[in-house]
């Protein structure tokens, strides 16, 4: 019996995980203001809104934005606030601080087979 109950509990933990690892990879590589990184996350066009500017970038375009922005923003810390999942799609609602001031940040992720694309970040000024 103790057996069963730890099988189940092992499964319990293996599904229960396996849909924040990537979303943690994410959230990882913003707090790490690692823009190559994320990019590996983009979808091949990515919805990006800064204070100054709101555009949907190519792949490669919003990699050096980003760089742009985390060069220009030293991240210090990544908070997350709220998550949720809705049929396919994961979002994610944080602040980041910066060296510049704090940054509410939202990502938009949808799951394309296996991997978690991202499809849209947002940098609203605080």
Do not use: W
């Amino acid at each position: 019996m103790k057996a069963i109950l730890k099988y189940f509990v092992v499964l319990f933990f293996i599904f229960s995980f396996k849909g924040s690892t990537s979303l943690d990879d994410i959230i990882m590589s913003i707090e790490s203001g690692n823009s190559s990184r994320l990019s590996t996350f983009f979808d091949s066009n990515l919805e990006i809104s800064l204070p100054d500017k709101s555009n949907n970038y190519s792949k490669v375009q919003a990699e050096l934005i980003l760089k742009d922005f985390f060069k220009l923003h030293q991240v210090k810390h990544f908070e997350v606030l709220h998550t949720g999942d809705n049929i396919g799609a994961q979002y994610c609602i944080g602040n980041l601080y910066t060296r510049n001031g704090t940054f509410r940040t939202t990502l938009y992720i949808k799951q394309i087979g296996q991997k978690p694309i991202l499809q849209e970040i947002r940098f609203d000024v605080k």
